[in-house]
């Protein structure tokens, strides 16, 4: 594959309309994973998504062209899967299965389109909102970030010469490598690209899995960005979301029902997907209270990954778990994703090594580090954190209340309710950065 002169193409997005998303492939696995199993049992659920920006300071909407915005979540309404990419997912092996969706599923995907959104502008943030059938609104998350953070990029390296951007890029490849060459030094590593959602772009992020390809060899084991892993012959890695949870616990019609809803989720998944699919996210209402009322089953499932308490921490409470259920965590999985960047993924590794097979989910800190590359001033280009969350779900309100209470969503009252029912026991906020 021919190199990109990344700089030239980002001089260029100041001529003409360039779309940020050019294939509904441009997103990431576990959505399709998640919404072929949404299809079959939840088809007939409303649900609303809304993107929230945590990085309140960060005012976007003074940042970005609402115009812009706009022409660019209209575009993506225009795509529709090709039969190319139909029939890669059809006949491709994924998680060493094959006809990972079913025929009927790759058939509905022919049709489908991204429904209409909902955008204003309120004290310099955009409220952007998606309502719908959750077989459609849940597909929005990907594109939706991917397009603000990389209009917010491009906001930033407007009007900037071809030579200040050259140099951009280039220093901010050698910070990568420099990464890279850390990494390599862990001999048992196992990691994937999990930058999709808030890339400073899509060809950055192209060079980017490219670069740890070639750099780390098969410690490399692929991307959640379905199109790359396609392009590239990558393994598509992801598996389930915080939105399931949140989602069963709205519709659940008393606390008892709240309650059950995790349980609930992982039985569904189970019932659809198997193998190293079975992972378990434990922190959509907290990890604490998740393990303390998990089914004796769930011990027997491929791993755990921990989202939002801090990493080491998060890991020997699983681990801890799992020696009072009698099994050995040489033999299960630790899936870390949230905010890692080569120090931690040094730390968490070195803490773990030869006490549980770990895989490393590497995001924004991958996709999006430009801080202390640009030979201009500006902020804009470091990486924020933008989320777009489940807010309803058939007219009754979504609540996602995290090992880390900053990353919280939903009404006040909702989350004070889910507090009594799962207590808050083993939270600890702290500064939510990316």
């Known amino acids: 594959m021919a190199l990109t002169d ?30 072929q199993m949404i299809r079959h049992l939840y088809h007939d659920v409303e649900a609303t ?6 990085s309140k300071a960060v005012r976007i909407a003074d ?6 915005l706009r022409a660019q979540l209209d575009h993506v309404r225009t795509l529709r899967f090709s039969k190319k990419e139909l029939i890669w997912l059809a006949g491709n092996s994924f998680y060493g299965k094959q006809q990972m969706f079913s025929p009927d599923f790759i058939a509905w995907l022919a049709d489908f389109r991204l429904p209409d959104y909902e955008l204003k502008t309120v004290d310099g943030q955009y409220e952007l909102r998606f309502h719908g059938p959750w077989t459609h609104t849940s597909m929005w998350e990907i594109p939706a970030l991917a397009i603000i953070n990389e209009l917010r990029s491009r906001a930033a390296m407007k009007a900037r010469g071809r030579f200040a951007l050259d140099v951009l890029y280039a220093r901010a490849k050698a910070k990568l490598w420099e990464k890279v060459e850390r990494l390599r030094t862990l001999p048992d590593l196992v990691i994937s690209d999990f930058g999709t959602r808030r ?23 692929g991307t959640s960005n379905v199109l790359l892993a396609m392009d590239a012959d990558l393994e598509a890695i992801g598996t389930n979301a915080h939105e399931l949870p949140m989602v069963l616990a709205a519709l659940a019609p008393d606390d008892a029902g709240v309650a059950a809803a995790p349980y609930r989720v992982l039985e569904d998944w189970r019932d659809h997907y198997g193998g190293n699919l079975l992972i378990a996210l434990p922190d959509a209402f907290g990890t604490t209270s998740f393990l303390a009322h998990a089914p ?32 050995d965590p040489r033999e299960k999985l630790l899936i870390f994703s949230d905010g890692m960047d080569v120090d931690t993924i040094e730390q968490t590794y070195r803490h773990f090594h030869g006490r549980v097979r770990m895989s490393f989910g590497w995001g924004t800190n991958l996709t999006n580090d430009f801080r202390g590359c640009a030979p201009f001033e500006t902020a804009g280009l ?15 309100p979504a609540v996602k209340l995290s ?23 083993g939270m600890v906020e702290s500064k939510v950065l990316v």
């Not at 700089?7 to 050019?22: E, F, G, K, S």
């Not at 890339?199 to 084991?221: M, N, P, S, T, Y």
């Not at 089953?297 to 308490?309: E, I, V, Y």
């Not at 924020?384 to 309803?392: F, N, T």
Request: overall charge negative; aromatic content about 12%.
């Open 49 to 54: 998504f809304a993107v929230i920006n945590r």
């Open 403 to 425: 090992d880390n209470p900053a990353k919280a969503t939903g009404k006040p009252e909702e989350i004070a309710r889910y507090l009594r029912i799962f207590g808050g026991e």
């Open 6 to 35: 990344i700089a030239t193409r980002t001089y260029n997005h100041n001529w003409r309309l360039d779309p940020i998303v050019r294939s509904l492939l441009d997103t990431d696995f576990y959505k399709l994973l998640m919404l």
């Open 63 to 68: 940042m970005i062209d609402e115009a812009e």
């Open 296 to 327: 004796d089953w769930l011990a027997d499932w491929t791993g755990f990954r921990p989202d939002s308490a801090p990493p080491i921490e998060g890991g020997e409470q699983i681990i801890r778990w799992w020696q009072d259920k009698g099994r």
């Open 382 to 396: 470091d990486p924020i954190s933008l989320v777009c969350k489940v807010v309803e779900a058939n007219g009754r």
């Open 199 to 221: 890339r400073h772009g899509f060809l950055w992020q192209r060079w980017c899995v490219d670069a740890l390809k070639e750099g780390l060899g098969d410690r490399f084991i």
